[in-house]
């Protein structure tokens, strides 16, 4: 039986060899792209699964209320980790202390700025289960003066020698032995390190036993039996203990709470973290993506296989004459969609492995070996038995249930059930085209937005040096006098920190409102900030030398802030504000600036203090002023090496800085583009064989009208209008669910266009426009063919 379906598929696949073709071509696209979106999603799922005690790993974090919003913060103090053990034995097992940090490291006369250090304690390796080819989890760390270098990291500084060991240096000043060589870090781990030194290093250090000192990730390991939301609800009482009095005093609403090591990763992206996240957002739009594109894929199958209907109806007459039955002949029709299904899933694997590299390269890490992942043969099988049946079902359905008679002769009428639905089909797969054109338009229009609106400040040429490290920070005055000097630099400010990047909060006190305690985003920076930046002065005056207080008892504020306080820009100008986490000194705001986006234009702009108080400088702003960049780059590396000999020079430019903040955007609209193209391309496929069908079925027809006076043009239009009917219908119902769902993507951002009827038209003019091309080169290639071939025709 089974040899008998396979030389009738055979014999039908070289009968319709075109139609075969568009079938093979569609599916195997559609399964191509489900194939690759599944491993995305596979790789996205597995996140930190492979810690042994994950299930009862918690990270600590702290719930801030901001100005009306409420954020949760991952960065806490040292003594947190202890005082959460000491404190509720019974519920937390163990605690980690985790402070990632970048430190040069030298071996011999080689040095690197590691940017993937982890401070830690003795017991990273026993909490997580990080796999260490070489040294003992258990006493890999205990000694403060070792090292655990990845495999990589250990053949950067050794290449093939023995790494244990061997000693390196740890900013010129702490001398390590490497104790312990681990595995390259998953890709799959939202933790990632080239370097674990024990933090115990820094035990004696001031900034290790302050409670408000928030530098470093806290990790707790609850007791199995323990009920986490219990533990919640006693760290009010926690924090009051160890934190209520420093709150209070300086206005800050803080809370505490544990969220699980498995959420991490789809915690989102933000500004107070430094580890890998994802988006669930972005998952649930790839694997929607993949379902439409395979629903698009099967629609082709289904419509072709009913369009064909009356071709083979005279070989179902003849196989009931002969005695199949219906089963039989559904089984044989499922058989084909079956058949159809494995060819397309093979062709898919094949092209899935040319495609790999550039899928890695668009994802921006390496998938794991898909081969080896029973996972993934499973669903490929999964796949196959799907699309077969999906696929295959109404034909299976439709075609054993012909009259046998009726069939022999000829005569069959597939009625208008068979048309409709092919109609419904088509409105479907367009419906989903031009909702994915809709959202390609919008998502572009606002990602250009996004990156020519006037944000305020000057982006371009401006380069940020980070100046965070003992050598670069304590020559930083000399840095910038020499930096000043150049005839390619025109402004250079010492700040705490860029546009786009972490802005401290702090408590204040202010004159205008002598009973609240205001929580204000702040920025520590010299006189040069302003000017480096272009910001614009809507009141008061810059910082300026000529007013020696400035530098101690001065601060500029931001509109927003102005409003904050209760004042115009020009009524706040003379009023004090006071800054009670810090110094509690009166500081006199001397200016008002236009407001800018120092966060990204996802967020609303807040209330900022611009303050001269010494200390908190983390980069050097550089704006330059010369086409020539290479060798001002090169004249500034000079006078950086001079300054720090020991320390590679390293740099970005605020502009490439600030549209990291939108990767994930520009990543999704790359990724609807291309899909946008691949579901067009699909569909149109399934036109284009629709398109032929019905040329063929009508060559008569044309034939006819032809000779009595039709013209070409009439005839192109008789054949393409009851096709595209549909492809208006699909575009039609796709107009208000893009509408729905790009508002809603909207959302995400605090400034976006606003959507207008032009993009929906623009999507709509282009899904009409492919349609119509595929089926005219049909219909025209059908209306100028010559008349007596067409009248011969059977």
């Known amino acids: 039986m089974f040899k008998n379906y396979l030389s009738l598929a055979v014999k039908n696949f070289r009968k319709q060899k075109l139609f075969s073709l568009i079938n093979i071509l569609g599916l195997t696209i559609g399964i191509t792209c489900c194939l690759m979106i599944f491993l995305f999603i596979m790789n996205e799922f597995s996140y930190d699964n492979f810690h042994k005690n994950g299930k009862d790993i918690y990270r600590v974090m702290r719930v801030s209320n901001m100005n009306g919003v409420t954020r949760q913060i991952p960065y806490l ?25 970048n430190d040069l490291v030298t071996y011999k006369e080689v040095s690197f700025n590691e940017k993937k250090i982890y401070l830690t304690d003795s017991n990273f390796f026993q909490f997580f289960n990080f796999h260490l080819l070489k040294g003992d989890p258990a006493t890999v760390l205990n000694n403060p003066q070792s090292i ?44 990632d390190f080239d370097m674990v030194v024990p933090i115990s290093n820094w035990r004696n250090e001031q ?21 986490p939301a219990k533990l919640i609800s006693l760290f009010p009482d926690f924090m009051e203990k160890y934190m209520g009095k420093f709150y209070r005093e300086n206005g800050f609403k803080t809370s505490l709470t544990i969220n699980p090591l498995n959420g991490i990763y789809f915690e989102g992206e933000s500004p107070f973290d430094n580890v890998k996240h994802g988006s669930k957002k972005m998952v649930y739009i790839f694997m929607s993506i993949a379902i439409l594109i395979l629903l698009i894929a099967c629609i082709n199958f289904m419509n072709l296989a009913t369009a064909r209907a009356s071709d083979r109806s005279k070989e179902v007459g003849l196989r009931k004459v002969l005695g199949a039955v219906k089963g039989q002949l559904a089984t044989q029709f499922l058989f084909e969609s079956l058949l159809f299904a494995v060819l397309a899933a093979l062709l898919a694997v094949a092209l899935l492995q040319l495609l790999m590299p550039a899928y890695n390269n668009f994802l921006g890490y390496q998938l794991p070996p898909y081969y080896k992942d029973a996972r993934f043969y499973v669903f490929i099988a999964g796949v196959i038995l799907v699309v077969g049946v999906l696929a295959g079902s109404y034909p299976a ?19 208008k059930q068979g048309a409709f639905f092919r109609k419904a089909l088509v409105v479907f797969q367009f419906a989903i085209s031009v909702l994915l054109i809709i959202s390609v338009t919008i998502v572009m229009n606002q990602m250009h937005y ?8 000057n982006k371009e040429q401006t380069m940020i040096v980070r100046i965070d490290n003992g050598k670069i920070y304590d020559n930083k005055q000399l840095f910038k006098n020499q930096l000043q000097g150049d005839p390619s630099v025109s402004n250079v400010s010492l700040m705490s920190g860029e546009p786009g990047g972490f802005h401290d909060s702090y408590g204040f006190e202010a004159e205008g409102k002598p009973d609240e305690k205001l929580s204000l985003n702040t920025e520590f920076a010299d006189f040069e900030y302003v000017k480096t930046l272009g910001l614009k002065i809507i009141a008061g005056r810059d910082f300026s030398s000529s007013f020696p207080t400035d530098s101690t ?12 306080l209760g004042y115009s820009p020009e009524q706040a100008i003379g009023k ?74 390293e740099y970005t430019f605020l502009d490439e800085k600030f549209n990291q903040l939108y990767k994930s955007e520009v990543r999704q609209e790359t990724l609807l583009s291309i899909f946008s193209i691949i579901a067009v391309c699909i569909a149109c496929l399934g036109l284009f064989g629709l398109a032929s069908f019905t040329a063929v079925k009508r060559t008569k027809e044309i034939g006819i009208r032809k000779v009595v006076g039709s013209s070409v043009q009439k005839i192109v239009l008789l054949l393409s209008k ?73």
């Open 77 to 101: 103090s040292p003594p947190y980790a202890t005082a959460l053990k000491n404190d509720y034995p019974d519920a937390i097992k163990n605690s980690l202390r985790v402070s990632p940090d």
């Open 148 to 191: 655990v270098m990845t495999a990589s990291a250990a053949k950067k500084y050794f290449g093939d020698e023995e790494p244990i060991g061997k000693v390196v240096e740890l900013n010129k000043k702490l001398k390590l032995t490497v104790t312990g060589v681990a595995a390259d870090v998953p890709v799959n781990s939202h933790l």
């Open 207 to 227: 900034w290790f036993n302050q409670w408000p000192s928030n530098s470093l990730f806290v990790y707790v390991q609850l007791n199995p039996e323990v009920n």
């Open 397 to 415: 359905l439709l075609l054993p249930s012909f009259s046998p008679i009726e069939s022999l002769k000829g005569k069959l009428k597939v009625g």
């Open 450 to 457: 996004v990156k020519s609106t006037d944000l305020g400040f």
């Open 553 to 564: 008892d001065a601060v500029i504020i931001n509109e927003s802030a102005a409003a904050k």
């Open 576 to 649: 004090w504000v006071k800054n009670i986490s810090q110094d509690s000194l009166r500081r006199t705001i001397v200016g008002v600036v236009k407001d800018y986006h120092f966060t990204s234009l996802k967020e609303p702009i807040n209330p900022l203090v611009i303050s001269t108080k010494a200390g908190d400088r983390r980069l050097a702003l550089v704006q330059l002023k010369t086409a020539e960049l290479s060798p001002a780059i090169n004249r500034i590396k000079k006078m950086y090496s001079a300054a720090a000999p020991d320390y590679p020079f």
């Open 722 to 794: 009851d096709l595209l009917k549909p492809v208006l219908i699909g575009t039609l119902i796709a107009v208000p669910a893009g509408y729905y769902i790009m508002h809603k993507w909207l959302e995400g951002f605090a400034y976006r266009i606003a959507i207008s009827w032009w993009q929906f038209a623009i999507a709509s003019l282009i899904a009409v426009a492919i349609a119509f091309v595929t089926v005219s080169y049909q219909a025209i290639k059908a209306a100028v063919a010559n008349p007596v071939k067409s009248l011969k025709a059977e």
